[in-house]
């Protein structure tokens, strides 16, 4: 029953912003990491930022300096604010959500496309 539920994705184009929110409810035990990944046509699912429960962000070298990552515990969100974005920031984005239990959930993904 548990639900990820992402949300602020569409088109921009290069050098704009978005911000990207999940929002995780049902039978999920205990939150501890939270995360964004993305997958381009083509491409592998790679990591993009995750956080801990304490706000410690981790980020891919190539989105170092233009996307922060932060999350709000008690409303169970994590938020990724995407800044400078190019062309090759175009994919799916997936929230990941992993408990104490170290079960991973994931959302249904929301399409970001920079243009050129």
């Known amino acids: 029953q548990v639900q990820l539920v992402e949300s602020g994705g569409g088109l921009v184009q290069a050098g704009g912003s978005l911000r990207l929110s999940c929002a995780a409810s049902?039978?999920?035990?205990?939150?501890?990491?939270m995360g964004w990944y993305r997958q381009a046509p083509g491409k592998q699912r790679e990591l993009v930022a995750d956080i801990s429960r304490y706000g410690d962000g981790n980020y891919a070298e190539s989105v170092k300096g233009r996307f922060t990552i932060s999350r709000d515990n008690a409303k169970s969100l994590v938020y990724l604010q995407m800044n400078s974005l190019k062309p090759d920031d175009t994919a799916v984005y997936y929230c990941?959500?992993?408990?104490?239990?170290?079960?991973?959930?994931w959302g249904q993904g929301t399409q970001v496309t920079v243009s050129s």
């Open positions: 049902g039978s999920i035990f205990s939150i501890n990491v």
């Open positions: 990941k959500v992993q408990d104490w239990g170290s079960r991973a959930y």
